[in-house]
């Protein structure tokens, strides 16, 4: 890395551990679920960081203002469990709609959502219903659900995006 840095190249680091918590790492190494979306939400915002990292060197937020999708598991049980995601508009002026995006483990699916229309299986996009679509900046609103089938309980990391 030294090397590299002393060539002129530009070099990152990106910080795990204030990111995984011991509860996150059942075997005292490996990641379960839940840390490896905290590792992909940390990794993710490192190179958003960064100019030109992820989408081009575009500087401009997408049409509609910028919006951050944060997923997270309520509670489970043997063959289910219950998420939500919190989405928050992240941008300095309001916003109408919104289309969160996450992914479930195969042959898992959503069988019950409230605050969000969800459609798809495994690849899941969920859009806002008619009361929580407007979010004023910095505000946010939760959606929730019930999720079905074989398998440990687990989220991947969410997206978001405004019209």
């Known amino acids: 890395m030294r090397a590299k840095a002393a060539a002129g190249k530009r ?10 918590a011991v509860s996150d790492l ?8 839940a840390g490896y979306s905290k590792m992909a939400t940390t ?18 937020p997408p049409a509609g203002g910028p919006c951050t999708a944060t997923p997270r598991i309520v509670g489970s049980w043997n063959g289910g469990f219950q998420g939500e995601v919190t989405v928050t508009n992240s941008g300095t002026a309001a916003f ?18 409230w605050g969000g229309t969800a459609t798809g299986t495994g690849s899941v996009t969920v859009q806002n219903v008619a009361y929580n679509g407007a979010l004023g900046a910095g505000a ?8 079905s089938g074989p398998g440990a309980a687990s989220l991947g990391a969410a997206t978001c995006t405004s019209p």
């Open 11 to 20: 070099v990152h680091l990106v910080d795990m551990y204030p990111s995984v």
């Open 43 to 60: 990794w993710y915002n490192a190179l958003k960081a960064v100019p030109g990292s992820i989408g081009g060197d575009d500087p401009q």
């Open 96 to 113: 109408t709609g919104w289309t969160a995006k996450f992914s479930l483990p195969s042959g898992q699916g959503i069988t019950q959502i």
């Open 26 to 33: 059942p075997d005292g190494i490996h990641p379960n679920a």
């Open 140 to 147: 946010s609103t939760t959606f929730g659900f019930l999720v």
